[in-house]
């Protein structure tokens, strides 16, 4: 794989930071046969150093395509120092956060009040931004696979129940009947709502371009307190329901119990501008959510019927809050629940 010559990245560099930096040193840190990641030491004349990180491509991946399209609407400058293409190779520039940020991996639960609020800030950000790019982002990337056709969407629930069935059969933990009635349950709701999901799928009310790995590890916040947390890594962004990325993070990963997951969704839902709420009312975010659960329930389970992967708290923690939010008579989501504004914590405007 030919690499960008540090003379090139020096001359973006320069024009984008000023022409009194001068390129120190390079170092590897990772290399696969697709992408190279280095890390690029400048100075100026202030002596303060500065560093930047490379992701250099093989070919045009969808990452590289996504961070080119960031750069050029001008989102997540913070982040994003450029995104293109030199010499037929793509690559793109980011600020190295290294030693001002750190992932919030750290942060278990129970979360702060004002560190969930932090986070739900920059959701809400992200994905009102993602809205209003939304027929941009479908004509440069596609729908996924299961969202092109409701013949392809059924294909993808047979599959989910296939792998139920082997996930009944070899669990590697003790499971109980009621366990395995929540997986029917919430095959049984996807499959009967289906056509409302397909219905919703061009209004650009429910779906919008969701990051897809929305975990612990991809976001940092500030080390100093000052601004917003960041997103990185966009390998999985895709179309999606806006809540899959809520359910990814607040219960595979920061589960707090039933109270402080709907003192969540709700600060969530109110930090969403007007225009926004006003076509995505309480009762579509109730059914996004439900929806954003059930799909959701399956994803430890295909961890390890695909992988192998053997990870019975996160099972556990996907079926608890499934059985509270959804099983249990549905009394954790409804239009009231969404609707009425959390008890603590204020809304922001967000834009």
Same mark, same amino acid.
């Given at each position: 794989m030919?690499?960008?010559?540090?003379?090139?990245?020096?001359?973006?560099?320069?024009?984008?930071l000023g022409h009194d930096v001068q390129f120190q040193r390079k170092e590897r840190i990772k290399e696969s046969p697709r992408s190279v990641i280095d890390r690029y030491h400048f100075s100026n004349d202030s002596s303060i150093p500065y560093s930047?990180?490379?992701?250099?491509?093989?070919?045009?991946?969808?990452?590289a395509?996504?961070?080119?399209?960031?750069?050029?609407?001008?989102?997540?400058?913070?982040?994003?120092?450029?995104?293109?293409?030199?010499?037929?190779?793509?690559?793109?520039?980011?600020?190295?956060?290294?030693?001002?940020?750190?992932n919030i991996s750290s942060w278990n639960p129970p979360v702060a009040q004002a560190q969930l609020e932090w986070i739900i800030h920059q959701i809400a950000w992200f994905h009102s931004r993602n809205w209003r790019n939304y027929a941009d982002l479908v004509q440069l990337l596609g729908l996924p696979w299961h969202l092109q056709s409701m013949c392809q969407y059924r294909q993808y629930l047979d599959h989910l129940r296939r792998d139920a069935l082997e996930f009944k059969h070899h669990a590697p933990f003790p499971m109980t009947q009621e366990h395995f009635?929540?997986?029917?349950?919430?095959?049984?709701?996807?499959?009967?709502?289906?056509?409302?999901l397909f219905e919703h799928l061009h209004e650009n009310s429910l779906?919008?371009?969701?990051?897809?790995?929305?975990?612990?590890?991809?976001?940092?916040?500030?080390?100093?307190?000052?601004?917003?947390?960041?997103?990185?890594d966009y390998e999985a962004l895709r179309v999606g329901l806006f809540t899959d990325d809520f359910v990814m993070l607040f219960i595979h990963d920061l589960y707090h119990g039933v109270a402080v997951? +709907? +003192?969540?969704?709700?600060?969530?839902?109110?930090?969403?501008?007007?225009?926004?709420?006003?076509?995505?009312?309480?009762?579509?975010?109730?059914?996004?959510?439900?929806?954003?659960?059930?799909?959701?329930?399956?994803?430890?389970?295909?961890?390890?019927?695909?992988?192998?992967?053997?990870?019975?708290?996160?099972?556990?923690?996907?079926?608890?809050?499934?059985?509270?939010?959804?099983?249990? +008579?549905?009394?954790?989501?409804?239009?009231?629940?969404?609707?009425?504004?959390?008890?603590?914590?204020?809304?922001?405007?967000?834009?």
């Open positions: 030919r690499m960008i010559h540090e003379h090139d990245i020096e001359k973006i560099v320069k024009e984008h930047i990180i490379c992701k250099s491509y093989q070919e045009q991946t969808q990452e395509v996504v961070y080119a399209y960031f750069h050029a609407h001008h989102l997540f400058n913070d982040v994003i120092l450029y995104a293109g293409s030199e010499q037929n190779q793509a690559f793109i520039l980011l600020h190295d956060l290294s030693q001002t940020h750190q009635a929540c997986y029917d349950h919430a095959l049984d709701y996807l499959h009967d709502h289906a056509s409302f779906f919008t371009f969701i990051h897809g790995d929305l975990n612990v590890c991809n976001l940092y916040y500030p080390l100093d307190q000052q601004g917003d947390i960041v997103m990185l997951t +709907q +003192q969540v969704y709700r600060i969530f839902y109110h930090q969403l501008p007007d225009d926004i709420r006003t076509s995505l009312t309480p009762e579509l975010f109730a059914y996004s959510l439900r929806t954003s659960l059930s799909d959701g329930l399956f994803f430890p389970m295909k961890l390890f019927t695909h992988f192998g992967v053997n990870d019975r708290e996160l099972v556990m923690k996907s079926l608890d809050a499934y059985e509270h939010l959804v099983y249990s +008579q549905n009394v954790g989501i409804s239009e009231y629940s969404i609707s009425c504004r959390a008890s603590t914590g204020s809304a922001r405007d967000v834009l």
